[in-house]
């Protein structure tokens, strides 16, 4: 199963990967992290007694609960919509609004994403799409009926799941590229970097982490099964290099 959205640092093209390296027994509990566009959770196979979505982006999470319990209304309040860079002016003006109801904020976070460049949110696309159809939104209702959504931070989300029986998956922003994604009040830095590595070494379940191939990621796991990946990247061909370069960072 997709995403129901494209999201920067996105695991379409990764998904295989890591879901071959999960644990094959012992899971009770899976867990993302940083959740995105949650391409992982939707590839793997249910076979967790719980699982659970998380994103420290309220608005990306806002969006993940309404397509959850209400993506009909998502698509009502979608429909005759135009792909026009003045409704993402507009959208991107108003979606923090304390007025609108969580389904209209919904709605304008969802627009704005698929009209935005490289669903960066932040600059209009100008791509030939149409916006207004979301009648696949209800294939995704089932899908996480079960699962748990959190807008934590990670170490109170970390804190909070971890158990011998629990499985992380953690996403976080690559290392050099934080200031692409939307963490919130609080710019994703090299200290949070480093945090995320310690806490991980003392967790009870398991983990495995994706990140760019960079030396001080190896560095900061060290002792960690580290190994190094590539995969395909349009961007990458675009620059004249073949493939990019990627870890796959587990405890286990």
């Known amino acids: 199963m997709d995403s129901f959205i494209s999201w920067i640092g996105g695991k379409k093209l ?15 509990k899976y867990v993302e992290v ?8 939707f590839h ?44 993402y002016s507009n959208c991107k003006e108003l979606y923090k609004s304390e007025a609108l109801t969580d389904i209209q904020r919904a709605a304008k976070y969802f627009y704005m994403i698929r009209a935005s460049f ?18 696949y939104l209800e294939a995704f209702k089932s899908r996480l009926k079960k699962v748990v959504i959190e807008n934590k931070s990670f170490p109170s989300l970390i804190k ?5 029986h629990t499985l992380f998956y953690c996403d976080p922003p690559y290392f050099g590229t934080e200031r692409y994604y939307d ?16 806490i991980l070494r003392n967790i009870k379940g ?19 099964n580290i190994e190094e990946i590539s995969r395909q990247n349009n961007l990458c061909l675009k620059a004249g ?3 990019y370069q990627e870890l796959l960072i587990r405890n286990y």
């Open 160 to 164: 909070q799941y971890d158990r011998s």
């Open 44 to 87: 793997k196979e249910k076979h967790a007694n719980l699982e659970v979505y998380n994103d420290i982006n309220s608005h990306l999470v806002n969006l993940f609960k309404c397509v959850k319990h209400h993506p009909n209304a998502i698509k009502e309040e979608l429909e005759n919509t135009l792909n026009s860079r003045e409704y």
């Open 206 to 224: 398991r983990v495995i982490v994706s990140y760019n191939n960079d030396d001080y990621i190896k560095e900061l796991y060290h002792g960690f």
């Open 241 to 243: 290099q073949p493939q």
């Open 34 to 41: 940083f959740g995105g566009a949650a391409w992982i959770l």
């Open 183 to 198: 963490t919130g009040d609080i710019p994703f830095d090299k200290a949070m970097h480093e945090q995320l590595a310690d």
């Open 118 to 135: 490289s669903s960066k949110v932040s600059t209009y696309g100008a791509k030939a799409r149409d916006i207004s159809n979301a009648e």
């Open 14 to 28: 990764l998904r295989n990967a890591v879901c071959e390296r999960f644990p094959v027994s012992g899971v009770e």
